[in-house]
């Protein structure tokens, strides 16, 4: 974080995954139930291993030609996982206490890599879906992460300025678009946020 402390900002931003809610386990098996559905077994331990959530990543990482593996249908079988099993989805109390603290004082956004149908039905899960969020996802921008273009478009949203507004992340490439969209960070890996 760069801002003073006790600094109060405008508005509040936090990641999902990882963030404001444990998905990685639902993510990892999403990804090896889409990737079983077009014929490619890997153990978890291997989705585990480096987590790669897209199909071009998969693509590179299993040297794969685009044919094998098709964002739309390697996306259409995670997403069928993933609003299937969303039992495993764990809130993380200090992350729903730090979200409903801010809503209190300001406006509230969500900013993830993930589509945002899915970030809202996991804000259901994890009982945050009654505070006020605006929800930028993947698919209302044309980069996402570690691109500042999300974090860039929420600040629009929550006509905020983006020096006016912290971010809330827990990956490099999240801290990274937060900080190039000109935003103070909180880096939730390096805090008792659990």
Same mark, same amino acid.
């Given at each position: 974080?760069?801002?003073? #402390?006790?600094?109060?900002?405008?508005?509040?931003?936090?990641?999902?995954?990882?963030?404001?809610?444990?998905?990685?386990?639902?993510?990892?098996?999403? +990804?090896?139930?889409?990737?079983?559905?077009?014929?490619?077994? +890997?153990?978890?331990?291997?989705?585990?291993?480096?987590?790669?959530?897209?199909?071009?990543?998969?693509?590179?990482?299993?040297?794969? #030609?685009?044919?094998?593996?098709?964002?739309?249908?390697?996306?259409?079988?995670? !997403?069928?996982?993933?609003?299937?099993?969303?039992?495993?989805?764990?809130?993380?109390?200090?992350?729903?206490?730090?979200?409903?603290?801010?809503?209190?004082?300001?406006?509230?956004?969500?900013?993830?890599?993930?589509?945002?149908?899915?970030? !809202?039905?996991?804000?259901?899960?994890?009982?945050?879906?009654?505070?006020?969020?605006?929800?930028?996802?993947?698919?209302?921008? /044309?980069?996402?992460?570690?691109? /500042?273009?999300?974090?860039?478009?929420?600040?629009?949203?929550?006509?905020?300025? /983006?020096?006016?507004?912290?971010?809330?992340?827990?990956?490099?490439?999240?801290?990274?678009?937060?900080?190039?969209?000109?935003?103070?960070?909180?880096?939730?890996?390096?805090? /008792?946020?659990?």
């Amino acid at each position: 974080m760069t801002g003073g #402390p006790g600094r109060a900002y405008a508005a509040y931003l936090f990641d999902f995954d990882g963030t404001l809610a444990d998905t990685a386990d639902v993510n990892q098996r999403a +990804v090896q139930a889409s990737l079983a559905a077009h014929g490619i077994t +890997v153990t978890l331990a291997w989705v585990e291993a480096e987590p790669a959530f897209t199909a071009a990543r998969l693509r590179r990482r299993l040297t794969l #030609p685009p044919v094998d593996l098709p964002e739309d249908t390697f996306a259409e079988a995670a !997403r069928a996982y993933w609003f299937a099993n969303t039992d495993r989805i764990r809130p993380i109390a200090a992350a729903a206490n730090a979200a409903r603290e801010a809503a209190e004082r300001a406006a509230i956004a969500v900013v993830s890599a993930n589509y945002a149908d899915i970030v !809202r039905h996991g804000l259901r899960v994890v009982g945050l879906d009654d505070l006020s969020w605006i929800v930028v996802g993947r698919q209302d921008t /044309p980069r996402t992460k570690p691109y /500042p273009d999300g974090y860039l478009h929420a600040a629009d949203l929550l006509g905020t300025d /983006p020096d006016n507004c912290l971010a809330h992340e827990d990956t490099d490439e999240g801290i990274t678009a937060a900080r190039a969209a000109g935003m103070d960070v909180v880096d939730v890996r390096r805090r /008792p946020w659990r």
